[in-house]
Structure formats: C-alpha cells, structure tokens
C-alpha cells in the first residue's frame, strides 16, 4: 500500500528509544502555532512510497537498531494516513522490529485503534494541558487529546510524553503541574521537555504564512531545568533529553 511520505531519517536519536528509522509522513491538520515542519502539512504533499518499501529498507538497518531501537512513524500526524500506517507497522513487526507512533492524538477512531495495536511505544505530544491554552496553539479541539489519553488509560499503552516550553504557553510551575496530573492513570515511560525553537521559522516564511511567535526566544537553561524538576517529581526515573 501507497502513502505520502515528508522524508525518512535513518539512524534517529531522538524518536524514541535507541537508533531508530524515522519516517516522516506527509499531511496534519493540527496548525501548531509553533510548528517547525509546516511544509508536512498539506496531505497531497510528499513522495508516494510503498510500506513494503519501507519495510525492506529497514531490514537493511536492523543491525544498528540493536535491543532498543527500530522505527518510529511520525510526521506531520500519522494517522492522517491510519491504512497506511496500520500496514506499514504490521510489516514491521512481522520482520521483528520495534515499533513507535508519534502522535499529536488528534484521530483516534476504529482504525486508528487498529494501528495502534502494531505500535509498541505511543509518542504523544500533548501540546498544553488546559483547553483553553491548548485551542491558542492548536486549530483543534482540547477533547481530542483527552479522548486519546483516555484511551491510552484504557489500554495501558506504554506512552512517551512529548511537550514543547514556550516561554508564557508552557513554562510555567503551573501549566507543568497541570500536566502531571493530566497523565495520571496513563502508562507514562519518559517524559520529554523539549525547548521551543527557532529553527522552522524560515519555512512559514518560504510558505508566505504569519509566524505568531515572532520575536519569542527559546526558553532558557533554568527553565528547562525548574520544570524537569517538577517532572522528576512524579516520575522520578525520567531522564532528560540526551
Ligand atoms: S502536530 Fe506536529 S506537524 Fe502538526 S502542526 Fe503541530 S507541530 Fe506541526
């Protein structure tokens, strides 16, 4: 089967655990404020590729994904393509290799439960944990992400939690506590702070679209460090970025 893919990555350290495939897939609705890849956003975008393909190419890396690593399905959001990701991720257990979804939760229906089911680790990005802050940095509706960490409760679904600081949306010891008991329930391994960068900037630029956060610095040392230290709080085996 046929999907839209954005670019594939061999050899991540940053999608999860080990080295690992990255497969970027073309489409997403979500129109972060911030989003540094907003040239995955348009579905009809990117290269047509075969899972089987795919599959095939990361036989050829099994070697490097040793123990930990394997492939994880990204984007843009996955499941705007869930046939293809459900076929992508059935090839790639089938050959033994570790699967990851990185998800924003925005889809969550009969099929994308159906993927879910080849998907051994769930990165989810929450985004922001009160609907009010997450709809300003977001066109989409707060109840898809508590829909999806329901679901996530239900199944226990080992989950990686992915939230990007932003200086005044996220930095903050409130919005992080919020957070935390937001996950409450949810089969968190690692929580993953990452600081709001800069380096997308130029594509909404090249796209002729209005950057937001225009003249917004990254977050600094301390920042990162204050929050982490409110996650190590309630995870205290987390680890930081490496
Ligand atoms: S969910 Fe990810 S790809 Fe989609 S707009 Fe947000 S940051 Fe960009």
């Known amino acids: 089967m046929q999907g839209r893919i954005h670019s594939i990555e061999t ?3 940053v999608d999860g655990p080990g080295l690992r495939m ?3 897939l073309q489409g997403c609705p979500q129109r972060c404020i911030y989003c540094h890849n907003p040239d995955t956003w348009n579905p009809t975008g990117g290269e047509l590729m075969d899972s089987e393909e795919i599959v095939k190419k990361a036989i050829r890396y099994k070697p490097y994904f040793k123990n930990i690593g394997g492939v994880t399905v990204s984007g ?3 499941f705007m393509q869930t046939e293809f990701v459900t076929e992508l991720l059935k090839g790639l257990k089938r050959e033994n290799i570790h699967t990851a979804v990185d998800t924003s939760g925005y889809y969550l229906n009969d099929s994308v439960k159906k993927a879910l089911e080849y998907a051994d ?3 989810l990005d929450v985004k922001h944990a009160e609907a009010e802050k997450f709809s300003e940095i977001t066109k989409a509706e707060y109840e898809r992400i508590s829909k999806f960490l329901e679901y996530m409760r239900e199944t226990g679904k080992s989950v990686w939690i992915r939230q990007v600081i932003v200086p005044d949306y996220t930095d903050g010891d409130e919005q992080m506590e919020k957070l935390m008991e937001l996950l409450k329930g949810v089969n968190v391994e690692r929580v993953d702070l990452l600081p709001y960068h ?4 130029d594509k909404w630029k090249e796209l002729k679209m ?3 956060l225009e003249g917004v610095k990254p977050p600094d040392n301390d920042t990162m460090k ?3 230290k409110i996650v190590k709080q309630y995870y205290p085996q987390n680890r930081e970025n490496d």
Do not use: C, K
């Open 121 to 123: 680790l769930v990165l």
């Open 198 to 201: 800069t380096l997308g900037v």
């Open 210 to 212: 209005p950057y937001a």
């Open 226 to 228: 204050r929050l982490n």
């Open 11 to 13: 050899l991540a350290a």
């Open 76 to 78: 843009g959001e996955p």
């Open 22 to 24: 990255a497969i970027f």
